[in-house]
């Protein structure tokens, strides 16, 4: 408001002295926007899964129960874990198919560790929506290819957990283990 | 009209006021002031000093987990520290084998995932410190966020480790109801002066730390309210620090925000 | 107020244009906050309390909001999960915090905003109804703070809750049936954590709507300022934008220095130590002391040891004396009969005004003591000042007193009379 009398500022304001203004109120703005922006990150990164639950995120499991055929269950992440003894007859049927047939390419070593390849280790979450498939459990249905069944939305699985029918798009996942002894896994 | 009724509501709370205050200062110039054995012989902490004190205080880890074995070795027969979990432990220098094994010594009733029972089993890394059963007299208080639920915080807990000492004389003479029953202890630190927890740190070497620190009484009650300060503060030195580097940035932007606004209002005269 | 000076919205961009026929938005916002909201240029720094409240307030509903993601409504989890979220959740010792001292932020504020208030006279026509809803935001942000000190269940909390519902059940009759129904029960309980987490939640929100009022009502007449004296011509304002935003922006800057040396360095100072034992029903804390913003009220409560005329239990009297002690603000726009609003021209009122300061944080130090001697002689003593503050002092003063002369203009108060009489005459 050049109009008010008894101002000390030059009506006439050089224009070094604009750019110099200009930069300020620019900087000033700027840094409110870094600092917003700052304050936005503890408020995301808090939705994020806390100590406690990251703590959870390793199990080891003993399986030496369970006898070829059989499979059992674990919990992982709360999730369920399907650790099965496969039979020599069910491990032939996976490597018999041909994998470039598969929508998700996978072979049963892939899946396995050396030295263990009967022990097929998997999450028990059906890649489709997340129910958990049938077949690890006594006596359930284990579908047309013999591995695993999922009863929401008709995934059939292979016995080497691969999708081979059904809507689901990728084989079940094998999580990270390693085997701590002959009979003792830990996942995660 | 509202005025009249505003003056006389204001005088009946007034008269209120002054009634009571009336008694109340009969009463004062009868009893005086308040004379009770606490006011007399209750003391204040005495001064600590630790590393995590001050806006740039950072725990020394050493003597947190020198703190930890007093704790576990002496403490922890009473008292849990619940808000603990046994993986919190690495943040003050346990190795990941170490907590596993000292988390295995804990039996945890929990349930099982599978199938939904409450079954012990060996505690793990993830679990929290159990709870202590206690038999005796008196109750022992959680640890876990001691050093923030009594004034004096640190302090406290050294004072009171280290305070144990005979009734005076003097209280008794002026007191005399005031003995401290049998099976309490005098400690002038502790709120109503006699506490059910007897002595816990009594002699030197009664602890004996991991890093071969000389294990003096000082020493222990010192190490362990370092720890406890932890126990109740785990994210001090990380507060601390956002702190720092957030208050310089906001000075900063700050100075920014000033010299843009003398410049928006330089043309406004008296601002 | 739009001053027929008032700059107007003008969209250029085609799409503001067609959002301005659409929903003026941004015409709305122009005219609450930016060019088109032309305020008194000598506002001093005490005017920038309001805008600081609304900060603090969308601090408090964010941080409050992302802890409800983690809290736990239920007595048996209630406190560990509020130290869940200070160990284990991602910054949770941040906005939990944030959260606790914020709380204390903004009453700071908001007082230093309502002692604007009484020292420049802002309740008084035409800002009465600006006045009234501000005493009604104050009495929701005292509910809602108290019913979120209750949520961590230690022991203040649980010991609070009993202490300030107990208040409800000295009305005579309905007194006892109002408490059990205020509590859900006989004693506060699961019923009462859950109903308090639930307003806790909501009554924000009511705040958030009635200072949307308190600001609508706020530009009917516009700002008031440090003279008292109405807007006249151009020259005694400047717009908002960016005038103001300018100012408010960076006195932002400073709260949140402020704000933030507490949230970092001393989160726990302006606490209670007992608030980190959880709540025992078995045993009372030695010292009961709610939080540091209600000790004068608390002081008022407990000043009232005799029963008056006889009749009126001392209870009673003390629960309606501290409820008095806020309502009778209600009643200020026309106690203050003084035309002048301004106390920096009103001699005598000045005075009060600064003993009333002083006492109120006497009765402060006073409620946040021990319920024995000096300091209930004092709180007495100080509550008696209080009394005859408000409904004695300010009516009979505003009667009696002699004003100092107002300037004609509030540019003349700001340039001196010369300077001004040319600006007046540009303008």
Redesign the interface.
């Known amino acids: 408001m050049a109009h008010d009398a008894g101002t000390d500022t030059p009506t006439v304001i050089d224009g070094e002295g604009v750019r110099r203004r200009d930069f300020i109120n620019i900087a000033a703005v700027s840094a409110a926007g870094v600092g917003g922006l700052t304050v936005l990150y503890p408020l995301i990164s808090q939705m994020a899964p806390s100590a406690d639950v990251l703590a959870e995120s390793s199990t080891q499991v003993d399986f030496a129960q369970v006898q070829p055929g059989q499979a059992m269950k674990a919990v992982f992440r709360k999730q369920p874990v399907f650790i099965r003894n496969l039979t020599p007859k069910e491990i032939q049927e996976a490597e018999a198919v041909d994998v470039s047939t598969l929508r998700d390419p996978q072979t049963l070593k892939e899946r396995t560790k050396p030295g263990h390849e009967n022990w097929l280790i998997t999450m028990g979450v059906c890649t489709h929506l997340g129910c958990i498939p049938l077949g690890a459990g006594e006596g359930e249905v284990r579908g047309e290819f013999g591995g695993y069944f999922c009863p929401c939305h008709g995934s059939q699985y292979d016995t080497a957990a691969r999708i081979r029918k059904g809507p689901a798009p990728k084989n079940l996942e094998v999580p990270p283990y390693e085997f701590t002894s002959d009979t003792v896994v830990k996942i995660g | 009209m ?2 009249i009724f ?2 006389l ?3 009946f ?9 009336l ?3 009969i009463g ?1 110039a009868h ?1 005086g ?2 004379n009770t054995v606490e006011k007399a012989f209750h003391e204040h902490p005495r001064p600590l000093k630790l590393s995590s004190d001050g ?1 740039f205080g950072k725990f020394d880890r050493k003597q947190v987990k020198r703190g930890f074995e007093v704790y576990n070795q002496v403490c922890a027969s009473c008292h849990a520290i619940q ?1 603990v ?1 046994y ?2 432990l690495a943040d003050i220098g346990m190795s990941e084998s170490e907590i596993k094994t000292l988390a295995a010594t804990a039996t945890v009733n929990a349930k099982d ?2 199938t939904g029972e409450m079954k012990d089993r060996p505690g793990l ?2 679990d929290h410190f159990q709870a202590v059963v206690y038999g005796g007299q008196g109750t022992p ?1 959680d640890l ?2 001691i050093t ?4 004096g915080g640190a302090a406290y807990v050294h004072s009171l480790l280290t305070g144990y000492t005979n009734q005076p004389a003097e209280l008794l003479k002026r007191f005399p109801d005031a003995k401290t029953p049998d099976g309490l202890h005098y400690n002038p630190y502790f ?1 109503n002066l006699n506490i059910a927890m007897p002595p816990p740190l009594t002699s030197d070497g009664q602890v004996t730390y991991s890093d071969g620190t000389k294990a003096t009484v000082e020493q222990m009650s010192t190490d362990v309210a370092a720890f406890l300060v932890w126990t ?1 503060e ?2 001090l030195d ?3 620090q ?3 580097w ?2 310089g ?6 100075v ?6 003398r ?9 | 107020m739009s001053f027929p000076w008032a700059k107007t919205y003008t969209p250029k961009h085609p799409f503001m244009v067609w959002m301005d026929e659409k929903l003026p938005l941004p015409r709305l916002v122009y005219n609450a906050v930016g060019g088109g909201y032309e305020v008194p240029r000598n506002l001093n720094y005490f005017w920038n309390f309001g805008f600081l409240a609304g900060l603090c307030l969308v601090i408090q509903i964010v941080s409050g909001i992302v802890l409800a993601m983690h809290y736990g409504g239920d007595t048996r989890v209630a406190f560990n999960s509020t130290e869940h979220i200070m160990r284990d959740v991602n910054y949770g010792w941040m906005l939990r915090y944030g959260h606790a001292n914020g709380a204390s932020a903004f009453f700071v504020v908001v007082y230093a905003h309502i002692f604007r208030g009484f020292y420049y006279g802002s309740y008084k026509a035409p800002r009465e109804m600006v006045w009234l809803l501000g005493v009604v935001i104050f009495l929701l942000m005292m509910a809602t703070a108290f019913m979120g000190y209750v949520l961590p269940w230690g022991q203040m909390s649980y010991w609070g809750a009993q202490v300030i519902t107990g208040l409800f059940s000295a009305i005579p009759l309905v007194g006892d049936a109002l408490h059990t129904w205020l509590l859900g029960g006989f004693a506060p309980d699961n019923a009462t954590l859950n109903r308090f987490f639930s307003l806790h939640y909501l009554l924000p929100f009511v705040i958030l709507g009635v200072i949307i009022l308190h600001i609508w009502a706020l530009h009917i007449p516009g700002s008031s300022n440090p003279t008292g004296v109405e807007v006249k011509s151009e020259s005694d304002t400047v717009p908002f934008y960016p005038y103001f935003v300018a100012k408010d922006g960076w006195t932002i800057g400073l709260f949140l220095i402020i704000y933030s040396l507490f949230v970092f360095f001393m989160p726990n100072a302006l606490g209670h130590p007992d608030n980190y034992i959880p709540a025992n029903p078995m045993q009372t804390p030695a010292h009961i002391v709610p939080e540091w913003y209600f000790w004068p009220f608390y002081a008022i409560l407990r000043s009232f040891t005799q029963d008056w005329l006889w009749i009126v239990p001392a209870k009673l009297m003390g629960v309606l004396a501290m409820f008095a002690a806020i309502l009778v603000w209600f009643f200020l726009p026309w106690l203050d009969r003084s035309p002048v609003r301004s106390g920096s021209y009103r001699p005598l009122y000045r005075k009060f005004f600064w003993v009333l300061v002083f006492d109120v944080l006497v009765l402060g130090y006073c409620g946040g003591s021990p319920a024995e001697q000096p300091y209930v002689m004092i709180a007495q003593i100080a509550s008696i000042y209080y009394f005859l503050h408000f409904f004695v002092i300010v009516p009979v003063v505003s009667s009696i007193e002699r004003p100092d002369p107002l300037p004609f203009s509030i540019t003349e108060s700001v340039l001196g009379h010369e300077s001004a009489a040319v600006a007046e005459a540009q303008a």
């Not at chain 2, 923030?148 to 004034?151: L, Q, S």
């Not at chain 2, 920014?256 to 606004?261: A, C, F, I, K």
């Not at chain 2, 410049?263 to 601002?271: D, L, R, S, T, Y």
Request: hydrophobic share 45%.
């Open positions: 509202i005025r505003s003056i509501a204001g005088l709370f007034v008269g209120a006021l002054a009634w009571s205050l008694w109340d200062t004062f009893d002031l308040p806006w808000h979990a993986r919190d995932p599978l890394p993830s208080p876990s966020l923030k639920a009594r004034h709120a109740a785990p994210k990380k507060r601390h956002v702190g720092f957030w208050v940035f906001l000075i900063y932007a700050t920014l925000g000033y010299m843009s606004y410049n928006v209002w330089a043309e406004k005269k008296g601002h």
